[in-house]
C-alpha cells in the first residue's frame, strides 16, 4: 500500500503561481512513477505531469511550460510548481502511484492521493 497526501492548493489570481505538494508513505517511493491529474466540475479526470524515479518527466499540452513536476526521493514527495495560472486551470489537483512509465490514463495508477483544490480568478 502507499498513502498519499496532496497539500498546497487554494485561491489565486490569473497569472499567479502555487505549488503543490504530495507526501507518499508506505512501500519504497522510488519504484513508482508519480503523476498529478485534475479534474474540474462536469469534467473528467485529465492527465498534468508524470515522472519517473531518475527524473523524466512528461506534460499535458495544456500545462507545458508553465507548470514543473519535480520529486524529492529522500523525502518521498513529489511537487507540482504551477506558474502563470489561468482560470482553466482552476481543478482539483490529484497524485496518483503507477508501476509504469510514462502513464497518462487513469487505469495505470494505483494509488491516489485525497486531492486538493487549486481556484484561479480571474
Known amino acids: 500500500q502507499v498513502q498519499l497526501v496532496d497539500t498546497g492548493g487554494g485561491l489565486v489570481q490569473a497569472g499567479g503561481s502555487l505549488r503543490l505538494s504530495c507526501a507518499a508513505s508506505?512501500?519504497?517511493?522510488?519504484?513508482?512513477?508519480m503523476g498529478w491529474f485534475r479534474q474540474a466540475p462536469g469534467n473528467e479526470r485529465e492527465f498534468v505531469a508524470v515522472i519517473r524515479s531518475d527524473g523524466s518527466s512528461y506534460y499535458a499540452d495544456s500545462v507545458k511550460g508553465r507548470f514543473t513536476i519535480s520529486r524529492d526521493n529522500a523525502k518521498n514527495t513529489v511537487y507540482l510548481q504551477m506558474n502563470s495560472l489561468k482560470p482553466e486551470d482552476t481543478a482539483v489537483y490529484y497524485c496518483a502511484a503507477s508501476r509504469f512509465y510514462p502513464s497518462y490514463y487513469t487505469t495505470s495508477y494505483d494509488y491516489w492521493g485525497q486531492g486538493t483544490q487549486v481556484t484561479v480568478s480571474s
Open positions: 508506505g512501500r519504497t517511493f522510488s519504484n513508482y512513477a
